[in-house]
């Protein structure tokens, strides 16, 4: 699984990239209590101790306890705290699916969460990324009525509108706000950010960003808080790291705004999540458009980074041990069907 290697300069060497795999429980601690060897399982992004204050409210991703990261980028890893990091998951299921569901998925159930979408809601969502196309889908299950999805990417664009999305192609608009505005006269019930700073597009940000005045930036929640109506709520899950300059806060108060905002509490969505997928209501294996093999995990980071993934998505990068279990399964298909 591939994210972006920079994260603009959190994420630096030498820690070793890895938030989201599923594998195969090769051997457990003497605390584990509900795992054991050969369970397969879906190894979440978040690791929380359970006990802190926060954990106690299903906070688990702002733990004060526990280390964020896991150095999944390998054959094996260590899973500290597994009972509350790994989630039981059925061997019959496709593993691109239950790969969707560590991080991608859960981020996307969350960001619907913050933003408190419902039944009949008209959402906007600022970004087709795996994230955003899942955040889109996920609205459209809790019954919202239409949902705009901003994006420049014209390949991207198009798996929105396949899934029945509205596409905005911002790059034909500079003023993202006021062209929703009239389209959609009432404004958006609920706005989703799942783009973060990667999306600086007007001169003012590109140039403060270039010289170093500010290392966020306020494009995207500037158009949203200007889309969104009076009363409406707000919710950010794209990556935001420090700050930004002429942030529209008059607006934000004065419509009554709802913001909300951080990094997914994945636990707290389990079982529900994984059931929608074994029943077959969420199909989360879309998002992978490309497959290769972990040890070419190098080129598929500088491909990803330069956009040249087939299908702009994600990668799926499977093990060697991986590949053994994908022609086990599919040789045991074959038997089946020959039976
Ligand atoms: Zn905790």
Same mark, same amino acid.
């Given at each position: ?8 300069? =959190?994420?630096?060497?030498?820690? =070793?990239?890895g938030?989201?795999? =599923?594998? *195969? ?6 605390k ?10 879906? *190894? ?19 733990? $004060? ?26 061997? $019959? ?5 239950l ?18 979408v ?14 955003g ?12 009525? #239409? ?6 990417d014209?390949q ?5 509108e ?15 706000g ?9 404004? &958006? ?6 783009s973060?700073?990667?999306s600086?597009? #007007? ?7 270039? *010289? ?5 930036s306020?494009?995207t929640?500037?158009? =949203?808080?200007?889309a969104?109506? #009076?009363?409406?709520?707000?919710a ?11 942030? +529209? *806060?008059?607006?934000m ?8 905002? $951080?990094?997914v509490? +994945? ?8 059931? &929608?997928?074994?029943?077959? #209501? ?13 040890e ?12 040249e993934? +087939? $299908?702009?998505l ?26």
């Amino acid at each position: 699984m591939l994210s972006h290697p920079t994260m603009n300069g =959190i994420c630096c060497p030498p820690n =070793i990239l890895g938030q989201e795999a =599923i594998g *195969i429980v090769e051997e457990v601690g003497p605390k584990v209590r509900t795992l054991k060897a050969g369970d397969r399982v879906i *190894i979440l992004p978040v690791i929380a101790c359970g006990s802190c204050d926060y954990c106690q409210r299903e906070e688990y991703s702002l733990c $004060g306890n526990t280390n964020p990261s896991k150095e999944m980028k390998a054959e094996y890893c260590r899973v500290p705290n597994a009972d509350l990091t790994c989630i039981r998951a059925p061997r $019959g299921v496709d593993a691109r699916k239950l790969l969707g569901l560590s991080n991608v998925i859960t981020t996307a159930w969350h960001a619907l969460e913050l933003a408190e979408v419902q039944e009949g809601d008209v959402v906007g969502v600022w970004g087709c990324g795996p994230i955003g196309l899942a955040v889109q889908q996920l609205a459209m299950l809790r019954g919202a009525k #239409k949902v705009y999805a901003m994006d420049r990417d014209s390949q991207r664009l198009r798996s929105a509108e396949d899934f029945g999305m509205t596409p905005v192609d911002v790059s034909l608009h500079q003023e993202v706000g006021e062209y929703l505005l009239s389209i959609q006269e009432e404004g &958006l019930d609920r706005a989703i950010e799942a783009s973060g700073f990667r999306s600086v597009q #007007k001169p003012p940000h590109a140039a403060m960003r270039a *010289i170093g005045l500010e290392r966020d930036s306020g494009d995207t929640l500037e158009d =949203i808080i200007k889309a969104t109506r #009076k009363g409406g709520n707000v919710a950010l899950v794209g990556d935001f790291f420090f700050t930004t300059h002429d942030f +529209p *806060i008059g607006p934000m108060m004065q419509k009554a705004l709802r913001v909300r905002g $951080g990094q997914v509490c +994945p636990q707290k969505y389990y079982p529900f999540l994984l059931d &929608l997928v074994v029943q077959g #209501k969420l199909d989360p294996s879309s998002m992978f458009t490309y497959e290769d093999v972990f040890e070419n995990i190098a080129e598929e980071y500088h491909k990803f980074t330069r956009h040249e993934v +087939p $299908g702009r998505l994600k990668v799926c990068l499977v093990t060697s041990f991986g590949r053994r279990e994908q022609n086990q399964e599919s040789g045991d298909m074959n038997a089946a069907q020959e039976s």
